[in-house]
């Protein structure tokens, strides 16, 4: 069975920083690549970052390039995303999710997702 298990969130003041990471389990991790999305409230779902099997390519929202970063360890079979500079717009709840493929941009979509952490920016 695959499980996403986001956790690293909270809130933080506007200018911080948080660290989420997501623990992949029931597949062979290495194999696909990874995304963040995140959905503020009343809003839709946002595309945040992706990174693909190997980690070598990534892919950020333009909004978010140069304060978010996205890391894998396939040793660990965990995702990451470093937020910094948070802003009170960037208030959401983050998912991590699975390409059904290796490379990014996904022609398969995405196929699994984990549960949310919920991220709240504000003084």
């Known amino acids: 069975e695959v499980q996403l298990v986001e956790s690293g969130g909270g809130l933080v003041q506007p200018g911080g920083s948080l660290r989420l990471s997501c623990a992949a389990s029931g597949f062979t991790f290495d194999d696909y690549a990874m995304y963040w999305v995140r959905q503020a409230p009343g809003k839709g779902l946002e595309w945040v970052s992706a990174?693909?099997?190997?980690?070598?390519?990534?892919y950020y929202v333009e909004s978010m390039k140069g304060r978010f970063t996205i890391s894998r360890d396939n040793a660990k079979n965990t995702l990451y995303l470093q937020m910094n500079s948070l802003k009170s717009e960037d208030t959401a709840v983050y998912y991590c999710?699975?390409?059904?493929?290796?490379?990014?941009?996904?022609?398969?979509?995405?196929?699994?997702w984990g549960q949310g952490t919920q991220v709240t920016v504000s003084s």
């Open positions: 990174i693909s099997w190997h980690g070598g390519d990534t």
């Open positions: 999710a699975k390409s059904g493929g290796p490379t990014i941009p996904t022609p398969y979509g995405l196929d699994y």
